[in-house]
């Protein structure tokens, strides 16, 4: 069914896209309202906002995988749809294709069966799957999209960047390059390394000049600007900017998404006074890493540098007794440990912040203030029934300090926002006071604003005294909040950088990409 809009503006026939009067309402509470915007045909348009501001249910909305509330229009490429009865088949039917950020590939199949998991395996006489039609068809499929990857290989074995790329070559694979294509990717460069996410931008500018129209969502600025012709920006699910990318910066995009000029946050990695040795690492070997020595003392910020695969989150793990330790050694507090489990870490004083918030550090189902309080369970549990009410209100409180938006402390951790989930976590290891905090990318996905306030947070943490071990992709994070980095490639310690020498460029000079020495694991 269509109908016209009932939107004051007119639809653009330029547009590859235009939402008019769109809403979406979750359990009585109004995510979205009115949203009223249009993407030209041919442009990279940024879809920009805080935390929970609603760009990935705008996007999901566009996917058919959320119905808008009703009242609302979808138009694409001029064809209007009422918002009730648009659907993901309309969105496919229209040319709408989609990378969203968990990219829905599986590791463990190749390239081609990842292919084939959506468009079907082509067969020889009877049952039997012809593999060889299978990769060859998949090879053009990627050379059309400008992909430089092995069919054969296993995902798992790809670098990040290459692992999105295919993700977009599948997306694509049966647009034959035509330009009525709408590719719609949230947060693609989110995990990868900012030299990474160049190769990434480029495959989107190629796919730009080909005629395609990308929508774009992402919390790395200079990226979006580099890349965008046009940037809308929510906040709390109303538009409230729509203007050519070069009329704002990055400051201009920071207040609009914030509604006010936000005070300087954060601030500068400051000295610290640097006390005792918390962490030893001595001569290191498990997985991946080898060989591999630090230390970090009290009131300092180390950073942890290297590629995906270089064995950084190995190195995290091992410290925290959840991967297994195959020489050398570990000293907290000047005394030899050798934990088998997470729950002894923590009884030693040490917390870790992991990677996959979602597998690894939460409890979807279960409200959000029971995650925020999951580890400190045990000081609740006299008089079960009254505790619960403390408890909660803990959270709340909690939920204010790291601006966790939500619409309450009763809401399933599933339905944050990525970025809230991701402050959630953060509150709830900060609450046990380790003495060593290790975070695995303790910002990605997070917005500019909460950044800097997580920066605060760690920086004020380990200013008490405590230490803290941090990975990042984010080189320009590592510069910003650490006092010293050390780099690791193919799994051992190649340098260490300190002061004036500390900075993004030499830190991603050191990592070094050498893309001749084939896949990363
Ligand atoms: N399935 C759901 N049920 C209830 N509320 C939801 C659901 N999905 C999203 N929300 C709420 O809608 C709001 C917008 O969320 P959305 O995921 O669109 O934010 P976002 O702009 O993509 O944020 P981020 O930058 O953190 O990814 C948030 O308050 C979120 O909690
Ligand atoms: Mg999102």
């Known amino acids: 069914m269509t109908e016209e809009p009932r939107s004051a ?88 294709r989609f990378v969203h950020q968990d990219l829905g590939l599986v590791p463990d199949l190749t390239v081609s069966e990842n292919f084939a998991l959506e468009g079907g395996y082509p067969r020889l006489a009877g049952p039997a799957v012809s593999w060889r039609r299978l990769h060859r068809s998949t090879r053009q499929h990627l050379d059309r999209a400008h992909v430089d990857v092995d069919p054969r290989s296993l995902v798992r074995d790809l670098r990040p960047s290459d692992r999105t790329l295919v993700a977009i070559a599948r997306a694509l694979r049966d647009s034959d390059g035509g330009s009525h294509m709408t590719l719609v990717l949230d947060e693609p460069t989110a995990s990868l390394p900012r030299h990474e996410a160049e190769i990434l931008l480029e495959a989107i500018r190629g796919c730009q000049a080909r005629g395609q129209t990308i929508v774009y969502v ?14 809308s920006v929510l906040r709390d699910g109303v538009l409230v900017a729509d203007s050519p990318a070069a009329d704002l910066d990055e400051a201009g995009i920071v207040t609009l998404m914030a509604g006010q000029t936000p005070a300087t946050r954060g601030g500068e ?29 009290q009131g300092e910020i180390v950073g942890v540098a290297g590629l995906l695969g270089s064995g950084r989150s190995t190195l995290l793990r091992a410290i925290f007794g959840q991967a297994g330790v195959e020489g050398g050694g570990i000293q907290v507090g000047g005394v030899p440990v050798a934990h088998r489990s997470a729950a002894a870490a923590m009884r ?12 690894d550090a939460a409890f979807p189902d279960l409200p959000l203030w029971e995650n925020i309080s ?71 996905g997070v917005d500019a604003m909460a950044r800097a306030d997580l920066h605060a947070a760690i920086r004020e943490h380990v200013a008490k005294g405590n230490a803290a071990l941090v990975v990042s992709s ?40 050498d893309r001749s020495k084939g896949p990363l694991t």
């Open 9 to 96: 503006e007119p639809r653009s026939p330029a547009a590859a896209v235009q939402l008019m009067n769109v809403g979406k309402t979750f359990d009585g509470v109004r995510v979205l309202r009115n949203l009223d915007f249009s993407v030209a045909r041919g442009s990279v348009h940024a879809l920009l906002g805080g935390n929970g501001s609603g760009k990935s249910t705008t996007l999901k909305i566009l996917a058919g995988v959320y119905a808008a509330d009703r009242g609302g229009t979808i138009a694409v490429h001029g064809r209007l749809h009422a918002t009730d009865s648009y659907t993901a088949s309309t969105a496919r039917r229209s040319g709408l």
């Open 218 to 231: 992402g919390h790395r600025l200079s990226e979006v600007l580099s890349i965008a012709d046009r940037i």
């Open 269 to 297: 990695a400051r000295r610290t006074a640097v006390g005792e040795t918390v962490l030893k690492v001595d001569r290191l070997t498990a997985g991946p890493v080898r060989d591999v020595s630090l230390h970090v003392r």
């Open 348 to 359: 030693c004083g040490i917390a870790l912040v992991p990677e996959d918030r979602g597998a």
């Open 374 to 444: 999951a580890t400190v369970i045990g000081r609740y549990w006299a008089g079960w029934r009254m505790a619960r009410t403390t408890e909660r209100r803990d959270s709340a409180r909690l939920m204010r300090t790291f601006d966790v938006r939500a619409a309450s402390p009763d809401v399933p951790f599933a339905t944050l926002s990525g970025g809230n989930q991701q402050k959630a976590v953060l509150a709830r290891w900060l609450r046990l006071d380790p003495r060593l905090l290790l975070l695995d990318e303790p910002t990605q």
């Open 474 to 513: 984010d080189f320009e994070e590592l510069e910003a909040l650490c006092h010293r980095v050390v780099v690791i490639r193919d799994g051992s310690c190649v340098a260490e950088l300190a002061g004036a020498e500390l900075t993004e460029a030499a830190v991603a000079g050191l990592t070094q990409i």
